[in-house]
């Protein structure tokens, strides 16, 4: 991962002369073979305009959203964003972007998608920080670019400038462009830079090329269970779950981090080296399998460890678009498929719960293992420890 920044420069008044006027740089942008998906909330629209007004704006932009208030950002990203205005926000909708992308031009021409999400000067006075993140995703390259804005120094068009030109510049990095726009920072701002390119077995993966990516190779006979997860992040729990569950069932345990999600973005390359890097020496599998259906016809006969908030879901038809029908059609799809489950007992919403307390489905009972709380319970959750440390 590379962390830098750009220079800052004088302050602002007079402007300063760009390396690269915004036409030109725009004219560059439309002669790459780049064609862009365009997310934004919070500000940084007047870029889409300007990308327009010049000629070749077809050749660029595949489509632009502003998804500005919270329900429509929630519905571009799948589910509500713990906080609009941040990194992590930026970055899911640069990927939201760039799977649009490639639904919209299935050419072998360059994709991306870039996005924005700005916190600007506002007619009322703003408690927080006035700030900007700019992200921007390819096959090969997450990159997100944040600049917290000096109170007070411009007006909300000022602001807005700076963000658009913000937003041309990650498009043409994402170009691949070598011309880049001159932001007129003061002397105590600095645009950050989070940037990872994406390992070839990832690139491969996010494209779909491969189903999944191993850490370790193992025989085609090889019995092994399986730990699905976000582990954002891993904990110790986790590490105490798979001990047991390889004890209890004497056999080799991978964890599983899928970058896929039913209703959500994948997960960006910035976000899978943070989590990957959690199991250094620990055998981790990198898979788009979704569901646990998916997960089964991967890795037939397998047992899957699983909490119980987890089974719950599997048994739940509201997963399902509501039918009990399509439940229990997956459930006896994962049957066929010699999937087991090893169930481990978790508080949810208060109480703790197991396999004998959810009133789950018989047929889903049949293929699960419940693991006594006597042996093993730890109260303790990823989103909670996340939560705490911010």
Same mark, same amino acid.
């Given at each position: 991962?590379?962390?830098?920044?750009?220079?800052?420069?004088?302050?602002?008044?007079?402007?300063?002369?760009?390396?690269?006027?915004?036409?030109?740089?725009?004219?560059?942008?439309?002669?790459?073979? %780049?064609?862009?998906?365009?997310?934004? &909330?919070?500000?940084?629209?007047? $870029?889409?305009?300007?990308?327009?007004?010049?000629?070749?704006?077809?050749?660029?932009?595949?489509?632009?959203? *502003?998804?500005?208030?919270?329900?429509?950002?929630?519905?571009?990203?799948?589910?509500?964003?713990?906080?609009?205005?941040?990194?992590?926000?930026?970055?899911?909708?640069? %990927?939201?972007?760039? %799977?649009?992308?490639?639904?919209?031009?299935?050419?072998?021409?360059?994709?991306?998608?870039?996005?924005?999400?700005?916190?600007?000067? &506002?007619?009322?006075?703003?408690?927080?920080?006035?700030?900007?993140?700019?992200?921007?995703?390819?096959?090969?390259?997450?990159?997100?670019?944040?600049?917290?804005? !000096?109170?007070?120094?411009?007006?909300?068009?000022?602001?807005?400038?700076?963000?658009?030109?913000?937003?041309?510049?990650?498009?043409?990095?994402?170009?691949?462009?070598?011309?880049?726009?001159?932001?007129?920072?003061?002397?105590?701002?600095?645009? &950050?830079?989070?940037?990872?390119?994406?390992?070839?077995?990832?690139?491969?993966?996010?494209?779909?090329? *491969?189903?999944?990516?191993?850490?370790?190779?193992?025989?085609?006979?090889?019995?092994?269970?399986?730990?699905?997860?976000?582990?954002?992040?891993?904990? !110790?729990?986790?590490?105490?779950?798979?001990?047991?569950?390889?004890?209890?069932?004497?056999?080799?345990?991978?964890?599983?981090?899928?970058?896929?999600?039913?209703?959500?973005?994948?997960?960006?390359?910035?976000?899978?080296?943070?989590?990957?890097?959690?199991?250094?020496?620990?055998?981790?599998?990198?898979?788009?399998?979704?569901?646990?259906?998916?997960?089964?016809?991967?890795?037939?006969?397998?047992?899957?460890?699983?909490?119980?908030?987890?089974? $719950?879901?599997?048994?739940?038809?509201?997963?399902?678009?509501?039918?009990?029908?399509?439940?229990? %059609?997956?459930?006896?799809?994962?049957?066929?498929?010699?999937?087991?489950?090893?169930?481990?007992?978790?508080?949810?919403?208060?109480?703790?719960?197991?396999?004998?307390?959810?009133?789950?489905?018989?047929?889903?009972?049949?293929?699960? &293992?419940?693991?006594?709380?006597?042996?093993?319970?730890?109260?303790?959750?990823?989103?909670?420890?996340?939560?705490?440390?911010?």
């Amino acid at each position: 991962m590379a962390t830098n920044s750009f220079p800052s420069l004088s302050p602002p008044v007079p402007t300063l002369p760009m390396k690269s006027s915004e036409l030109e740089l725009i004219q560059a942008i439309h002669a790459s073979p %780049m064609r862009a998906v365009i997310a934004m &909330t919070g500000g940084g629209s007047s $870029a889409i305009g300007e990308l327009l007004t010049v000629p070749g704006g077809s050749q660029t932009v595949l489509d632009a959203q *502003v998804p500005y208030s919270l329900a429509a950002l929630s519905e571009w990203l799948g589910a509500e964003p713990e906080q609009a205005c941040c990194e992590r926000t930026a970055r899911a909708m640069a %990927m939201a972007a760039f %799977m649009r992308a490639r639904k919209l031009d299935d050419s072998d021409a360059a994709i991306a998608g870039v996005a924005v999400t700005a916190s600007l000067a &506002t007619d009322r006075p703003k408690r927080g920080e006035h700030r900007i993140h700019v992200a921007y995703q390819t096959r090969s390259t997450t990159c997100a670019l944040s600049l917290v804005l !000096a109170k007070g120094a411009r007006t909300r068009e000022q602001e807005e400038t700076l963000t658009a030109r913000l937003v041309l510049h990650a498009l043409a990095e994402a170009a691949g462009l070598r011309s880049r726009m001159e932001l007129e920072l003061l002397s105590n701002e600095k645009v &950050t830079r989070r940037q990872v390119d994406g390992q070839q077995d990832w690139q491969k993966l996010l494209s779909g090329e *491969v189903p999944f990516v191993s850490s370790q190779s193992r025989g085609a006979t090889d019995t092994i269970a399986i730990y699905p997860g976000a582990f954002n992040p891993l904990h !110790a729990g986790h590490v105490e779950i798979a001990a047991l569950a390889e004890e209890i069932l004497d056999c080799h345990l991978l964890y599983e981090l899928s970058i896929a999600n039913v209703d959500k973005p994948p997960l960006d390359y910035v976000e899978i080296e943070s989590r990957a890097v959690q199991f250094e020496g620990k055998p981790l599998l990198l898979t788009s399998a979704a569901t646990f259906v998916e997960k089964a016809k991967l890795f037939p006969n397998t047992t899957f460890v699983v909490g119980a908030d987890t089974i $719950a879901r599997i048994g739940d038809a509201r997963y399902y678009g509501g039918s009990i029908r399509q439940r229990d %059609m997956a459930i006896a799809e994962l049957a066929e498929l010699g999937a087991k489950f090893l169930v481990f007992g978790r508080q949810i919403s208060g109480e703790y719960q197991s396999l004998k307390t959810l009133g789950l489905p018989r047929s889903l009972v049949q293929i699960s &293992t419940a693991v006594a709380e006597s042996t093993f319970r730890k109260d303790l959750s990823s989103s909670e420890l996340r939560h705490s440390l911010h």
